[in-house]
């Protein structure tokens, strides 16, 4: 009986233990395949940016090799502070604006105004979501106030 038991409960922890695998390699999976989606969206982003502001083919070659130069940069920082974001947005944000004034270099005066009124309008929308979710979250806080008031 003692035998019986000890057996059960080996097999219990071997498929345990299996689940506890199984989930993890499923959550990689995730992660790799939400890289791959988020690395995707910031190319078509990139497209769709060199097509408003109507870049040349060299303008183009320009702007990859522009990235190409900050992609390590931009990866060695996120792997240095994988866990505080908050260290990391200084460095970032210095980085980002040498990224930036070197891919300005490549525009002419009309695409440097267009790209500017771009970042504008996109800042304005972020600010815009920013705010809603803040009074979603406000009012979510309110409701569960409210019948404790009761």
Avoid at 30 to 39: F, I, Y
């Amino acid at each position: 009986m003692k035998m019986m038991k000890s057996l059960l409960i080996c097999g219990l922890l071997v498929a345990s233990a299996h689940t506890v695998q199984a989930q993890n390699t499923g959550d990689q999976e995730m992660r790799r395949e939400r890289a791959h989606e988020m690395k995707k969206e910031r190319a078509e982003r990139g497209e769709k940016l060199a097509d408003e502001l109507e870049l040349t083919e060299d303008q183009r070659a320009a702007w990859k090799e522009i990235r190409a130069k900050y992609k390590p940069e931009y990866t060695a920082l996120r792997e240095k502070h994988n866990e505080n974001r908050k260290a990391a947005r200084t460095e970032m944000k210095a980085i980002r604006e040498q990224h930036r004034a070197e891919m300005e270099q490549v525009l002419t005066a009309e695409q440097q105004a267009e790209w500017e009124a771009i970042r504008e309008k996109k800042k304005a929308e972020r600010e815009q979501q920013r705010e809603y979710r803040k009074a979603k979250e406000q009012e979510r806080m309110r409701q569960e106030a409210a019948p404790s008031e009761k």
